[in-house]
């Protein structure tokens, strides 16, 4: 079972412009079940969930308060792309926008399960082994005798 996760967008960087979040995403996995955090100093940005239209032309949309607490946190309900853009003029063609794709927590990659030895292989091992020695043993034995 994969637990969730919550991921502070930009990291230590936070939610700023002039910040690179395609490099930021790569290499995440979100999930239902998940949350972003964006935090930024209020008063300076603000958060909007747009569509992808609204998110490549950095366009506020026509619908929606932004978030503006500086630390906002939004959970990931629903599967597929989510897109989001600081409305703050100028910011988002900035670099200030985040896209990302969540997946259904049953397509998360399940752990590789350890498996013990087999007490067969090892056993054919060591068994071979004692064969050996006993061949070896008896060789030695004719040979003083």
């Known amino acids: 079972m994969v637990s969730a996760k919550q991921y502070v967008v930009g990291d230590d960087k936070g ?8 490099t930021w995403t790569a290499g995440k996995q979100f999930f ?9 100093a209020q008063g300076s940005h603000n958060v909007f969930k747009v569509n992808g239209t609204d998110f490549m ?3 506020k949309p026509l619908v929606g ?6 630390s906002d946190e939004i959970p990931l309900k629903t599967t597929g792309r989510k897109w989001y853009i600081c409305g ?4 988002c ?12 927590v049953s397509a998360a990659p399940a752990p590789t399960p350890v498996s013990p030895s087999t007490g067969a292989a090892s056993g054919s091992i060591i068994n071979a082994g ?16």
Do not use: E, R
């Open 15 to 22: 939610w700023t412009k002039d910040f690179d979040y395609t």
């Open 88 to 91: 703050v003029s100028g910011h």
């Open 65 to 70: 308060a932004p978030l503006t607490t500086g």
């Open 93 to 104: 063609a900035s670099g200030q926008k985040l896209v990302i794709t969540v997946s259904d």
């Open 57 to 59: 032309q950095c366009s």
């Open 32 to 40: 239902v079940g998940d949350s972003l955090v964006f935090n930024y």
């Open 130 to 145: 004692v064969a050996a020695v006993m061949v070896v043993v008896g060789v030695l034995g004719v040979v003083m005798f």
